[in-house]
């Protein structure tokens, strides 16, 4: 492992940026998202970003095409996704594991999303190792390892305080990552900035538990028997549908294609949408398979926790908490999965 010190981490990145963006969690007011980072933004280092960066890979808004008509002639024209390299940096283990998630999805055998392909190979990722979880985070449930890198092609290592051997005189008492490579990509950047690296050995900062645990033992047997229990209608009662939950959470990705049109021009869209909307499910004739809240809010949780495990083998949940630090009345995953585990899952009840 290399070492960076605080003092060379703004020159490094500031190196990165002179090659391609570097996109980074920065404060805007009280909110940290993801931005493209310049000099004199401050990175935040210590807690994960209240955004997920999931709109780098799937943009809230993105035009797929435009057309043009001439009596009845027209003319497609295709509209290719920004492919220039860049840098994502400072993204969290659970962020990450977000995206391996989302990949099965857009990038299957069966079908390739060829703007969201061209996003993944063109990012760079510099995942941030966590020692710290929030209250609300419960990864380690989820399989996620807050120290893994699974996906990254660079893995920065929060440092311990102290150091080991005869280089005691060399501490540095600002915050000091490791950096480790885990792809060529990554082993190249490396090298080009060898000179802000050293070989100071440090131990990574201790790693605190996660306080906060997602017990889901039982839930995977009884969802199939619940379909039309009479859960889902008690449990949405509070929710208020304002889809903050799917618009936070890392694994959403539903979308809605939407035409604008003007006299002989126009342009198709995709944008975000959320399960927890009347107007997710609406067909064109005016019939909504989903019509109230208790078929939306059980579609959410049916895909969280059976659906997308039927298909792909695990939870589309990567613990990271967002569900519990905002749903305005606390319905989060967490507490919804304990609800499921009290019923009694025999009981059909309509
Ligand atoms: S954030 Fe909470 S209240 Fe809002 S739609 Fe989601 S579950 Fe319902
Ligand atoms: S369901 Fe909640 S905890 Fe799980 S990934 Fe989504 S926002 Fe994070």
């Given at each position: 492992?290399?070492?960076?010190?605080?003092?060379?981490?703004?020159?490094?990145?500031?190196?990165l940026?002179?090659?391609?963006?570097?996109?980074?969690?920065?404060?805007?007011?009280?909110?940290?998202?993801?931005?493209?980072?310049?000099?004199?933004?401050?990175?935040?280092?210590?807690?994960?970003?209240?955004?997920?960066?999931?709109?780098?890979?799937?943009?809230?808004?993105?035009?797929?095409?435009?057309?043009?008509?001439?009596?009845?002639?027209?003319?497609?024209?295709?509209?290719?996704?920004?492919?220039?390299?860049?840098?994502?940096?400072?993204?969290?283990?659970?962020?990450?594991?977000?995206?391996?998630?989302?990949?099965?999805?857009?990038?299957?055998?069966?079908?390739?999303?060829?703007?969201?392909?061209?996003?993944?190979?063109?990012?760079?990722?510099?995942?941030?190792?966590?020692?710290?979880?929030?209250?609300?985070?419960?990864?380690?449930?989820?399989?996620?390892d807050?120290?893994?890198?699974?996906?990254?092609?660079?893995?920065?290592?929060?440092?311990?305080?102290?150091?080991r051997?005869?280089?005691?005189?060399?501490?540095?008492?600002?915050?000091?990552?490791?950096?480790?490579?885990?792809?060529?990509k990554?082993?190249?950047?490396?090298?080009?900035?060898?000179?802000?690296?050293?070989?100071?050995?440090?131990?990574?900062?201790?790693?605190?538990?996660?306080?906060?645990?997602?017990?889901e033992?039982?839930?995977?047997?009884?969802?199939?028997k619940?379909?039309?229990?009479?859960?889902?209608?008690?449990?949405?009662?509070?929710?208020?549908?304002?889809?903050?939950?799917?618009?936070?959470?890392?694994?959403?990705?539903?979308?809605d294609?939407?035409?604008?049109?003007?006299?002989?021009?126009?342009?198709?869209?995709?944008?975000?949408?959320?399960?927890?909307?009347?107007?997710?499910?609406m067909?064109?004739?005016?019939?909504?398979?989903?019509?109230?809240?208790?078929?939306?809010?059980?579609?959410?949780?049916?895909?969280?926790l059976?659906?997308?495990?039927?298909?792909?083998?695990?939870?589309?949940?990567?613990?990271?908490?967002?569900?519990?630090?905002k749903?305005?009345?606390?319905?989060?995953?967490?507490?919804?999965?304990?609800?499921i585990?009290?019923?009694?899952?025999?009981?059909?009840?309509?």
């Amino acid at each position: 492992m290399k070492t960076i010190s605080s003092m060379l981490m703004t020159q490094f990145i500031e190196a990165l940026a002179k090659e391609m963006p570097v996109i980074a969690p920065v404060k805007n007011e009280e909110t940290v998202s993801f931005q493209p980072w310049s000099a004199g933004m401050e990175i935040e280092w210590q807690k994960n970003s209240l955004i997920p960066p999931k709109n780098l890979f799937l943009p809230q808004v993105e035009v797929l095409y435009k057309y043009q008509v001439s009596g009845v002639n027209g003319e497609i024209e295709e509209i290719d996704a920004d492919d220039s390299p860049r840098v994502l940096l400072g993204i969290r283990n659970c962020d990450l594991h977000s995206i391996l998630l989302l990949d099965k999805i857009f990038l299957t055998d069966d079908y390739i999303d060829s703007a969201y392909q061209s996003r993944r190979k063109n990012t760079v990722i510099i995942v941030l190792q966590c020692s710290q979880p929030l209250s609300t985070c419960f990864c380690t449930s989820l399989g996620v390892d807050p120290r893994g890198g699974e996906g990254a092609d660079l893995v920065l290592i929060e440092l311990d305080q102290g150091v080991r051997g005869s280089d005691k005189m060399m501490y540095d008492p600002g915050r000091d990552f490791g950096i480790e490579a885990r792809t060529p990509k990554g082993e190249e950047i490396l090298k080009k900035h060898e000179d802000f690296l050293s070989d100071l050995q440090k131990k990574p900062a201790p790693l605190e538990n996660c306080n906060l645990h997602l017990d889901e033992r039982g839930v995977k047997e009884k969802l199939p028997k619940m379909f039309d229990h009479s859960i889902w209608a008690d449990l949405s009662m509070r929710c208020l549908g304002c889809g903050v939950c799917t618009y936070l959470c890392p694994t959403c990705y539903c979308f809605d294609l939407q035409g604008k049109n003007v006299g002989e021009e126009g342009f198709k869209y995709r944008c975000w949408d959320s399960c927890m909307f009347s107007d997710y499910t609406m067909m064109a004739g005016g019939h909504n398979p989903r019509p109230t809240k208790r078929e939306r809010f059980r579609n959410r949780f049916l895909h969280k926790l059976s659906y997308y495990r039927e298909r792909y083998g695990e939870l589309l949940c990567t613990g990271c908490g967002r569900c519990l630090a905002k749903c305005p009345v606390h319905l989060d995953i967490t507490y919804v999965a304990e609800k499921i585990k009290e019923a009694k899952a025999d009981v059909r009840e309509g």
